[in-house]
């Protein structure tokens, strides 16, 4: 399956989902939806017990649940139970909720947002745009997290030359990239601003975005200038694509006496 992870928004609610390219269909988290129509406090337990009852009923939704990894609150990627978008609308019924009309509407918005950037790419920026503004952040810090994606993007592809396209090694170059300008891994620096679930870089200020946008594109510079491949080559490697952020947040510190990593979260004064 080639898989595209993304979350999606129902009343500030996260939903994660995962576009199977193969399929052409969204397949997406059941206990974040449970989550959502239940209104429980414990909405694995809900679902367990719904789950129980449909194989006993011998539902054929039950027989349509699959298990995909997805990631947990913890950061790390766990087998989660899915359904496709048909299985979803089948749910629906399953749970007595007030919102199961809403939520219907929206997993028709998805499916029609989904299918218009197949055919225009610029309507997925534009949602991630309007998605940003609805959070309240500025226009200045939007703009620098959308370029933070296209330099990550570029970063992705040459590693995808280089025969690297498990999950698992793309979050330990990562991780080398993070720590090496940083000086923390991508836990601690998620523990630094109490993040949970939520995206390290959705909360990291103008300036922190923009020295991992450097530690990044020079990563993707100085890739292309060796002939690594495998990912053990590329690690090997991995020294020398921080260092220049490096040197330049250690610079810039010195100067202003003002650290880059900060706990605070980029909308905490908001």
């Not at 199961?100 to 218009?116: G, H, S």
């Not at 703009?143 to 296209?150: F, M, T, V, Y």
């Not at 970063?155 to 979050?171: D, S």
């Not at 921080?242 to 004064?269: D, I, M, P, Q």
């Amino acid at each position: 399956m080639k898989q595209e992870t993304k979350l999606a928004l129902f009343e500030q609610k996260e939903i994660r989902r995962i576009w199977d390219s193969e399929k052409s269909d969204w397949y997406f988290s059941v206990i974040d939806i449970v989550e959502v129509l239940a209104e429980t406090p414990r909405p694995r337990k809900y679902w367990n017990a719904l789950k129980t009852k449909l194989i006993e009923e011998w539902s054929e939704l039950s027989h349509k649940l699959g298990q995909l990894k997805m990631k947990a609150l913890d950061w790390k990627m766990r087998q989660t139970d899915v359904l496709d978008t048909k299985g979803i609308l089948r749910l629906v019924q399953s749970i007595p909720s007030k919102k199961a009309e809403p939520f219907k509407m929206w997993l028709a918005k998805v499916w029609d947002e989904r299918i218009n950037e197949i055919y225009d790419p610029e309507l997925a920026i534009e949602r991630a745009i309007n998605t940003y503004r609805k959070k309240w952040y500025s226009e200045n810090w939007i703009q620098q997290r959308l370029k933070s994606i296209d330099i990550r993007k570029e970063l992705t592809g040459e590693w995808k030359e280089r025969w690297i396209e498990e999950w698992v090694e793309y979050a330990i170059l990562t991780n080398e990239i993070l720590k090496g300008w940083s000086g923390m891994t991508t836990g601690e620096y998620k523990d630094l601003k109490w993040l949970k679930k939520e995206s390290l870089k959705d909360n990291m200020s103008n300036l922190e975005l923009v020295f991992n946008m450097l530690a990044e594109a020079s990563t993707t510079e100085i890739l292309q200038t060796k002939d690594s491949k495998w990912f053990e080559k590329v690690k090997q490697s991995s020294k020398e694509w921080w260092e220049v952020a490096w040197e330049a947040r250690k610079t810039l510190e010195e100067k202003t006496g003002k650290k880059v990593v900060s706990g605070s979260k980029v909308l905490e004064n908001k």
